[in-house]
């Protein structure tokens, strides 16, 4: 188990770019390397999506609507996990949420996995 907390949510412009931090913190017994970090989000009156997703062996995943324009990095030293968002557009408006899994509990690491801890959330708003 693990905790995590957002940052970096905001409003911007069509064609602007924002970066979400999170802090992953109060480990039960495996430390940050050790998990499958993700960023999910949550448009209103939609589903929940996966959005970017980021392994123990540095492999990515990505959704379609967002390739090209977001990334996903961590920072090991400092046990937070980012998304750099670009090129943003009024349909990623969402809440963002920032989850993990340890890496060893699931089959793959990817935007369709479950993940056992989540985030509050960050609102991220873009206006056209």
């Known amino acids: 188990q693990v905790q995590l907390v957002e940052s970096g949510g905001g409003s911007v412009q069509a064609g602007g770019s924002l970066r979400l931090s999170c802090v992953a913190s109060r480990f039960s017994t495996y430390g940050f390397e050790h998990w499958c970090l993700g960023w999910f989000r949550q448009a209103p009156g939609k589903e929940r999506e996966g959005v970017a997703t980021?392994?123990?062996?540095?492999?990515?995943s990505y959704a379609d609507s967002v390739k090209g324009r977001f990334a996903i990095s961590k920072d090991n030293a400092k046990d937070t996990v980012y998304l750099q968002m670009n090129s943003l557009k009024p349909e990623d408006t969402a809440v963002y949420y920032c989850?993990?899994?340890?890496?060893?509990?699931?089959?793959?690491?990817?935007?369709?996995?479950?993940?056992?801890?989540w985030g509050k959330g960050a609102l991220v708003i873009v206006s056209s």
């Open positions: 980021l392994d123990t062996d540095g492999s990515l």
């Open positions: 989850a993990a899994v340890l890496s060893r509990a699931v089959a793959r690491c990817d935007v369709d996995v479950g993940m056992h801890d």
